[in-house]
């Protein structure tokens, strides 16, 4: 049985995985990246958080506070905690049903 995933892809995607990181509070870009490897194991590039971000944004899910010297954090608005909290209703379902599905094998 193989033990290298990596061919499998993501399992996440960054916009998933910033979200869940702003829901425990405002941070700025590299104190995402820090709780996104520590909780996921996912180790965001700069590029792809700013360019998630960016999108997050325009949707109107995230919003950027005041700069804190060089530092711009972000927060979750509403709409993005609605988001949030429909995608991990989902993803839930889809663990319950591959769990199930397991079993019976």
């Known amino acids: 049985m193989p033990k ?3 061919d499998l892809g993501r399992f ?3 916009s998933l995985l910033i979200l869940s990181s702003l829901a425990s509070g405002p941070k700025h870009g590299y104190a995402m990246i820090e709780d996104i490897a520590a909780f996921s194991g996912t180790r965001l590039e700069p590029g792809t ?12 899910w995230i919003e950027a506070l005041a700069s804190e010297e060089r530092r711009r954090p972000y927060r979750m608005t509403a ?3 609605h988001a949030l909290r429909e995608q991990l209703a989902t993803m839930h379902r889809i663990v319950m049903i591959g769990s199930q599905r397991l079993s019976l094998t």
């Open 4 to 6: 290298d995933l990596s």
């Open 12 to 14: 996440s995607d960054p």
């Open 49 to 60: 958080l700013y360019g998630a971000l960016a999108r997050l944004e325009r949707r109107g």
């Open 79 to 81: 709409a993005g905690l």
